[in-house]
């Protein structure tokens, strides 16, 4: 596609649901990357992929949280049991080559989750 | 652990004039990359600028530039003949060049007044 896509734009969720998120990267790009955006805050990093393969998972924030790239293209977020703080904006990126540091990333429009 | 500073939570400009946000970091690596993401309300983060820590010259992109400091861990973002387009929030990025977090600050909020 022209762009990062992200669905849904806007999710509710009722606390303890458990929800999906998509990111649909630009096309042949490898690298996908997913950070969480809390109110009035910098976007921080929640997890890689190079591919299929998820290389670091380090920001995941708890065991409720759980991502996958099984075909190496599209991703999801899924998020178990939510709870109010993980109220945010979920933005997903993703670079063409492998891991550099210096790749330019291109960002999706983001999820925004809200808890009650 | 990397962290980013931005302490202007806003800033003003009058349209034409010139703008400058800071933005500073603490690290212990040598290698290194920083950016200037600027994201409006569409959510969507654009990249503005980067600059490689090895490279001494100052990047530039048409009306934007930066004063890299390296010794003082400062990274400032000049914004030349400031648009109403440009009106936005502006994120100051830190990436190491070991692994793959990239740390963000806390954004600047810039108006730009017709």
């Known amino acids: 596609g022209a762009g990062v896509s992200q669905s849904p734009r806007y999710k509710v969720a009722k606390r303890g649901q458990d929800v999906a998120l998509r990111c649909d990267p630009i096309?042949?790009?490898?690298?996908l990357f997913w950070y969480q955006q809390a109110l009035g805050q910098g976007p921080e990093f929640l997890t890689y992929?190079?591919?299929?393969?998820?290389?670091?998972k380090s920001g995941l924030p708890s065991d409720r949280f759980f991502a996958e790239r099984p075909e190496g293209s599209v991703s999801t977020l899924k998020i178990q049991r939510t709870q109010q703080e993980d109220s945010a904006v979920y933005l997903c990126?993703?670079?063409?080559?492998?891991?550099?540091?210096?790749?330019?990333?291109?960002f999706g429009s983001g999820t925004q989750l809200s808890v009650l | 652990a990397q962290t980013v500073t931005q302490s202007q939570p806003e800033m003003s400009v009058q349209e034409a004039e010139t703008v400058t946000l800071s933005c500073t970091y603490d690290?212990?690596?040598?290698?290194?990359?920083l950016f200037w993401y600027k994201q409006p309300p569409s959510r969507q983060m654009i990249l503005v600028i980067r600059?490689?820590?090895?490279?001494?010259q100052n990047a530039t992109e048409n009306r934007f530039s930066v004063n890299f400091q390296k010794a003082a861990k400062s990274f400032s973002l000049k914004i030349s003949d400031s648009q109403l387009g440009d009106a936005a929030m502006y994120f100051c990025a830190y990436r190491s060049s070991y692994n793959n977090d990239m740390r963000f600050g806390a954004g600047t909020r810039l108006t730009v007044k017709p």
């Open positions: 600059q490689e820590a090895y490279k001494q």
């Open positions: 990126a993703s670079s063409l080559d492998g891991y550099s540091g210096n790749e330019k990333l291109f």
């Open positions: 992929f190079q591919n299929e393969a998820q290389l670091d």
């Open positions: 096309s042949g790009h490898v690298s």
């Open positions: 690290t212990s690596e040598s290698d290194y990359y």
